[in-house]
């Protein structure tokens, strides 16, 4: 169905679109991975290479309407689920001085705080392209936009869910069972077509930025349910989505040089309620060592309070803490090192974000994440022995 709207998108908008009104242009990346241990599950390799594509196309027809389309297509050397595309965004923008309203497939972002983003629900996590769960995939829908002095109103209306992503049997992440997405169900009769909606109110008090939504609809993240092959009897796991009701809360707030963050949901409709929250701090320090580079100390916890094995989560009662450095040179050099600690468990994940610009046109990524005195008991278990170094080269274009 995503090739079949791009396509008449491209068919229609072609003989109307005039080649000095259109702006084209996109990035091509090499990724590899490189697994510090021998992995846990059969058929899993000890490194991996692949390569994908970004295009963006926008057009301004000039009458306050605007087209705005994104594809992506991925291609990796070891993982089938891994190598695939999407088109991320392919929205009609029309705006006025009184609102706008946005219609295809869109992308929206909500949340404050660095290491997770509890609030952020509308777009579906596009899981096999990143661990931090911030790639999305596009999500269709009607947004509404209406600006005014005391803050701003949005509504959208979802007519079609989007099913997560998962590593195939021969990609690392994974669960110790594969997830099998071709026997996924729905709490809904409608299953994808259960038409979702969602609220939110956004507004500036003084240094703080607040906003706040309701969202009712098809859960993002799935139970993972057991099941066997009825032919070969093997064991797979396979999603099952659920409707929620879901109330959320975002805040950030400046003062000096401290920024303060907070992130809170109340979820209902999965067997019980329950609440999430995560808040914390980022200090900058700037010119540090009287030099042009900034270093900035973040600190958070993150509060789930979903216990004794009912819909296990990874960040149930944990602390993260981090250190931001930007060099503010030439390249744009910036370094982020972070660690996520189970106070419960002990479980931690230790890691490192480092970014810099070869030229115009090149940006040389790195990334790596080592799981620590990981506990069986954990969710996180299962990546014990994924510990990986991640090397990237975009060209931008």
Same mark, same amino acid.
């Given at each position: 169905m995503i090739k079949f709207l791009f396509a008449f998108l491209a068919l229609n908008l072609l003989p109307y679109t005039t080649v000095y009104a259109a702006e084209i242009r996109g990035d091509l990346s090499l990724q590899g991975f490189l697994f510090v241990s021998n992995p846990a599950w059969q058929n899993q390799g000890d490194q991996s290479a692949s390569v994908a594509a970004n295009v963006e196309f926008f057009h301004d027809f000039h009458n306050n309407l605007s087209l705005t389309i994104e594809g992506f297509y991925r291609i990796d050397s070891q993982d089938n689920e891994r190598s695939h595309g999407d088109l991320r965004m392919a929205e009609f923008l029309y705006y006025t001085d009184n609102f706008e309203i946005t219609a295809g497939l869109g992308h929206v972002f909500w949340g404050a705080t660095e290491f997770v983003h509890l609030v952020d629900i509308i777009n579906q996590t596009d899981q096999v392209e990143a661990l931090d769960g911030e790639q999305k995939l596009g999500q269709p829908m009607v947004h509404l936009t209406v600006p005014k002095e005391w803050g701003v109103m949005e509504a959208f209306a979802l007519p079609w869910f989007r099913e997560r992503t998962f590593p195939g049997a021969n990609g690392r992440f994974r669960t110790p069972i594969p997830v099998n997405t071709n026997q996924t169900q729905y709490e809904s009769s409608s299953?994808?077509?259960?038409?979702?909606?969602?609220?939110r109110y956004s507004t500036n008090l003084a240094t703080a930025d607040v906003g706040i939504y309701y969202f009712n609809g098809t859960a993002r993240d799935p139970v993972l349910r057991l099941a066997f092959d009825e032919i070969f009897k093997t064991p797979s796991l396979f999603p099952y989505y659920e409707q929620i009701g879901q109330t959320g809360l975002d805040i950030q707030l400046m003062a000096g040089e401290w920024l303060l963050k907070g992130e809170a949901y109340y979820r209902t409709g999965?067997?019980?309620?329950?609440?999430?929250?995560?808040? /914390?701090?980022?200090?900058?320090?700037?010119?540090?060592?009287?030099? %042009? %580079?900034?270093? /900035?100390?973040?600190?958070?916890?993150? +509060?789930?309070?979903?216990?004794?094995?009912?819909?296990?989560?990874? +960040?149930?009662?944990?602390? %993260?803490?981090?250190?931001?450095? !930007?060099?503010?040179?030439?390249?744009?050099?910036?370094?982020?090192? /972070?660690?996520?600690?189970?106070?419960?468990? /002990?479980?931690?994940?230790?890691?490192?974000?480092?970014?810099?610009?070869?030229?115009?046109?090149?940006?040389?990524?790195?990334?790596?994440?080592?799981?620590?005195?990981?506990?069986?008991?954990?969710? !996180?278990?299962?990546? !014990?022995?994924?510990?990986?170094?991640?090397?990237? %080269?975009? +060209?931008?274009?």
């Open positions: 299953k994808e077509h259960h038409f979702d909606f969602a609220f999965q067997s019980r309620s329950y609440a999430a929250t995560t808040f /914390g701090f980022e200090y900058t320090f700037t010119a540090i060592a009287d030099t %042009m %580079m900034d270093m /900035g100390l973040i600190g958070e916890y993150v +509060y789930d309070d979903r216990n004794n094995g009912w819909l296990p989560t990874i +960040y149930e009662n944990d602390i %993260m803490a981090g250190v931001r450095l !930007a060099v503010n040179d030439m390249a744009d050099s910036t370094v982020l090192l /972070g660690a996520i600690r189970d106070l419960d468990s /002990g479980s931690t994940i230790l890691a490192i974000e480092a970014s810099r610009r070869l030229g115009d046109s090149i940006r040389l990524n790195l990334d790596a994440s080592f799981f620590v005195d990981m506990d069986y008991e954990d969710p !996180a278990f299962a990546m !014990a022995k994924d510990d990986f170094i991640k090397l990237e %080269m975009v +060209y931008y274009w």
